[in-house]
């Protein structure tokens, strides 16, 4: 028979099923719209204005393959869902005597229909909108707009390969699987009524491992510190967390509902009778549905809210990176005059006052502390994880700088150290051979250290005069340590942001043909290359979480009308033993919700007690107000609740919709 | 002896959406049942068997005509008074057993006191004593789908009996069971009829018919014969059903 039949045949029974079509046509179309916006904004030559363009590129890049993994995933499972429906209809193909190469033609010419209406749809609508998404995205990042608009054939057919790789993937899937399955397997697999599943010790067994790994994976997660150095096993904790989730989901939870049933005095009431008796079985055999559902909507808030804080929290962190508003550190001391020159010049140039000037010697190099005996030295290695700083500085330039008037005699230090290093006891330090004794111990950061950073464990160590620090790296050279001084000036200038970002440009101008200029930065250099990265984690988190929602609704969508086509027959027996409309609409309002909602409440219970982990990544990002995080999640958490209220209230509808639908 | 059930000019036209094309279902159809009675309706397909037992359980309305069932007019009742007075006054067994698949024998039984807000304490008692009735005592805790179809449709009498109903309705039994449990069901129903609970069974099959005290025959619509069984044996009465059935198509 000719392909135009089955190509025919295909064609009607997407319409026939448009039900189920539908929702995941949509989902397709976001999902390739995303992806080619995504590649179209890393490969645009208009990006490369932005300040830390490389990392900008490789994020984007990065998440065009973190989006198409998770697409892969979410095809297979979604055509395992609609496959499912579908093996009754294929089952009469075969019985009707169609050969399985003409269902492979039907199956090939849907994927392929699809394919080409979801492709076409995403790419269009992806075309459209990228100059609007490069306005809203440069925008975000305070960027002068450097859109590039040249049709990008690339990243089209990009785009279209790997989302037709995936349908072809899936396309053999289907078929071998279809083909594999006997005519009379297929005809029932539909009408299989799942059966209520009595709890074997398996289960129970399950139950309790999935709720042990949920209260390991919180425990180690909330243990760990050392984020950049635990990040694998942490994502391992993550991975146990959901696979917990799952089995708790699948067993614990039905070891309750079946506890509840047990309690007659409950059990037999009017509304928890229908209800807890179907849960026991919908539970269980949606478990995998709930658990995606809960992995999801623990992404989207964790995703959300953390790019959302971090976006919102720039410009308060930017501001205040430097207690001046830069600093710029020269390798010698005579250089430090022209570079002071070049301050007041670029000032001048563009319309701005010097309003203060200051100056600091500071020696500091890689070390490691003994914080027991007060020893730096290279030999101890310690636990801690990242690396010991020392830097030195003179209490002359320390008082100055923190408007302090300290006093110090010969053979004393200030020590001065980060607030968990436990130094409260120290009463004398060794710096590689000199020794002090502690007259005084302070906690950090002072005015060198980026205040939102911390890349390293710094200890500070005031001498009393210029003449020690000498005498200090003197005997250090001597020891093989050829680290210089730095000598760091740190600049304040009257003007509003935009006036300090073109003062920045300006000095930098000036000081890039010095050769004794260490580096320069400034809070409105922070400020630029923050909003970009930051911009684009918000336009990346933004993204990624209306697809994940929308694979949720999805998800609902597909398994309430699954589910009501199932209860059809229950309800109309409810109503025949003369079940009233209320108490039916009671019974399935309370069934669904108790069901759908319970991915929900484990998903907040995952966010709270991963809210470690989410403040030391955040710290990572340099964003250190953990109030103002905290506040961004739980502002985010509602939002995301009413929104999955309304979804399960659109859900509920097509559910009632479809089992009371002849009344 | 008291008239439990009362149904006087029934009519019932259907109507297709699109073309409008009626077709009446039932002409007029009139009879009465009494305390104790158990009816069979019988008739080729199509005849209005069906309907006329759904009207009278008010799972669809007549045309025209009344339904009196324990005094109480069906037709004039509201949705919410229909649910009520079929939860407290009907039985039903259905062909394909209308059994809930995630409750377990013994709930399924319950469903009905659950509805009426019966205690435990009642719940039970009225349970055990139904399945004790009904052969069914050791399957209790299992669901529908372990058990066997004769077991199911016997969970469907007790689930029927199990509030005490003014009247028990009955669609075709023994329709999806083997001779063996067919004749089980039907001594069953001849037991609690026995009991004096009223019966109304429509079925296709003489021997279940012979098990009634009356047999009502329709045929397009209309009562066209009533027999009664009287003091005849079974067998006798499914001779004479036999017989009629016979010469009619003869």
Same mark, same amino acid.
């Given at each position: ?17 448009? &039900? ?55 095809? !297979?499972?979604? @055509? *395992?869902?609609?496959?499912? %429906? ?15 190469? @003409? ?31 490069? &306005?809203?995205? /440069? ?30 993937? !899936? ?7 279809? #083909? ?19 709890? *074997? ?21 909330? *243990? ?60 269980? @055999? ?10 999801? +909507? ?9 790019? !959302? ?19 710029? #550190? ?53 636990? *801690? ?12 330039? +320390?008082?100055? #700088? ?100 073109? /003062? ?8 890039? @043909? ?15 290359? %923050? ?79 991963? +809210? ?23 502002? /985010? ?27 | 002896?008291? $008239?439990?059930?009362?149904? $006087? ?50 799972? =669809? ?14 037709? $004039?009742? =509201? ?9 407290? $006054? ?16 013994? =709930? ?143």
């Amino acid at each position: 028979m000719k392909q135009t039949f089955w190509a025919k045949i295909a064609f009607k029974n997407i319409l026939e099923n448009k &039900k189920f079509h539908l929702a995941n046509l949509i989902v397709s179309v976001f999902t390739i719209t995303s992806f080619y916006l995504f590649a179209f904004t890393a490969t645009n030559k208009g990006l490369a204005v932005v300040k830390g363009y490389d990392s900008v590129r490789f994020i984007l890049l990065v998440a065009c393959v973190f989006l198409a993994i998770i697409s892969f995933a979410f095809k !297979i499972y979604t @055509n *395992r869902l609609l496959l499912k %429906r579908r093996n009754k209809e294929l089952g009469l193909y075969a019985a009707w005597g169609l050969e399985p190469k @003409n269902i492979n033609s039907i199956l090939f010419f849907e994927t392929l229909y699809m394919f080409a209406v979801y492709s076409a749809i995403g790419i269009v609508l992806g075309v459209f909108l990228q100059k609007y998404i490069y &306005k809203v995205l /440069f925008s975000l990042m305070h960027c002068d707009l450097k859109y590039s608009g040249e049709f990008s054939a690339t990243n089209i057919y990009v785009s279209l390969i790997v989302f037709a790789v995936m349908d072809i993937i !899936i396309l053999f899937k289907n078929m071998i699987s279809t #083909n594999k399955k006997k005519i009379i397997a297929l005809l029932k697999e539909e009408d299989a009524v799942e059966p209520v599943k009595k709890l *074997r010790l398996t289960d129970v067994l399950k139950g309790i491992l999935g709720v042990a790994l949920i209260v390991g994976a919180y425990i180690y997660i909330n *243990r760990v510190d050392d984020f950049i150095n635990s990040i694998r096993t942490l994502v391992l904790a993550i991975a146990v967390l959901f696979v917990g989730s799952f089995l708790a989901i699948s067993s614990f939870v039905v070891m309750i509902e079946l506890a509840l049933k047990k309690n007659q005095s409950l059990y037999y009431k009017n509304t928890f009778f229908t209800t807890l008796a179907k849960l026991v079985s919908r539970t269980k @055999n949606n478990a995998l549905s709930l658990s995606v559902i809960n992995i999801l +909507f623990t992404c989207v808030i964790v995703g959300a809210s953390s790019t !959302i804080a971090l976006y919102l929290g720039t410009e308060n962190q930017a501001s205040k990176a430097y207690k001046t508003d830069g600093e710029i #550190n020269v390798t010698t001391e005579e250089a430090v005059p022209a570079v002071i020159d070049a301050i007041r010049e670029a000032a001048k140039e563009t319309g701005l006052e010097v309003e203060e000037i200051r100056y600091a010697k500071r020696y500091a190099f890689q070390t490691t502390f003994d914080e027991s005996t007060g020893e730096f030295s290279n030999e101890h290695v310690t636990g *801690r994880n990242l690396p010991d700083i020392i830097e030195m500085l003179t209490l002359a330039d +320390f008082n100055e #700088n923190e408007n302090m008037s300290l006093s110090l005699n010969d053979g004393e230090v200030l020590f001065i150290s980060d607030e968990e290093i436990p130094v409260e006891s120290l009463e004398g330090v060794n710096i590689y051979g000199n020794k002090f004794k502690v007259a005084q111990i302070l906690r950090g950061p002072i005015f060198t250290d980026i205040d939102n950073i911390q890349y390293a464990y710094k200890f500070h160590v005031i001498v009393k005069d210029e003449a020690t620090l000498v005498n200090i790296r003197e005997s250090l050279v001597a020891q093989g340590n050829t680290r210089e001084f730095n000598n760091t000036v740190m600049y304040n200038v009257s003007g509003s942001k935009d006036e300090e970002s073109r /003062f920045d440009v300006a000095l930098s101008d000036k000081l890039k @043909n010095f050769g004794t200029v260490d580096y320069m930065d400034s809070n409105a250099t922070q400020r630029q290359t %923050r909003y970009a990265r930051n911009a684009i984690f918000l336009f990346l988190g933004a993204f990624l979480s209306i697809i994940f929602i929308m694979y949720m609704i999805f998800i609902m969508y597909y398994k309430q009308i699954e589910e009501a086509l199932d209860d059809i027959g229950n309800v109309a027996i409810m109503k025949k033993i003369g079940m009233y409309k209320t108490e039916i609409k009671k019974c399935i309002f309370a069934e669904n919700s108790l069901l759908f909602f319970l991915p929900v409440v484990l998903a907040f219970c995952h966010v709270a007690a991963c +809210f470690n982990v989410m403040k030391g990544v955040m710290k990572l990002f340099m964003l250190t107000d953990m109030d103002f995080i905290r506040l961004c999640v739980i502002l /985010f958490c509602v939002a995301i609740f009413v929104v999955y209220m309304l979804m399960y209230y659109g859900a509920y509808r097509v559910y009632s919709g479809i089992v009371l639908k002849e009344d | 002896m008291r $008239k439990m059930l009362e149904l $006087k000019d029934l009519h019932k036209t259907y109507c297709t959406k699109r073309s409008n094309v009626r077709y009446e279902a039932l002409k007029g159809i009139s009879f009465d049942a009494c305390e104790g009675d158990f009816i069979a309706i019988m008739g080729e397909s199509g005849s209005g068997k069906t309907t006329t037992l759904n009207i009278i359980a008010s799972l =669809d309305t007549a045309t025209s005509g009344e339904v009196i069932i324990g005094g109480s007019d069906i037709s $004039k009742m =509201d949705n919410k008074e229909i649910c009520r007075f079929r939860r407290e $006054k009907l039985g039903f067994v259905f062909q394909d057993f209308n059994l809930l698949n995630y409750f377990t024998v013994k =709930d399924n039984i319950a469903f009905p006191l659950v509805l009426l807000n019966k205690s435990k304490k009642e719940i039970n008692e009225r349970v055990k004593d139904l399945a004790e009735k009904t052969g069914i005592t050791k399957f209790l805790n299992k669901y529908p789908y372990e058990i066997s179809g004769g077991e199911k449709q016997r969970t469907a009498v007790a689930r029927a009996l199990v509030c005490k109903p003014t009247l028990v309705l009955a669609d075709e039994p023994t329709g999806a069971l083997d001779s063996k449990n067919s004749d089980q069901l039907m001594d069953l129903f001849k037991t609690f009829n026995d009991l004096g609970q009223t019966i109304i069974m429509v079925t296709h099959s003489v021997k279940s018919a012979s098990k009634a005290k009356r047999v009502l025959f329709l045929k397009d619509g209309v009562i066209g014969t009533t027999l009664d069984k009287n003091e005849k044996s079974d067998e006798a009465f499914e001779e004479e059903i036999a017989n009629f059935l016979y010469n009619v198509r003869k």
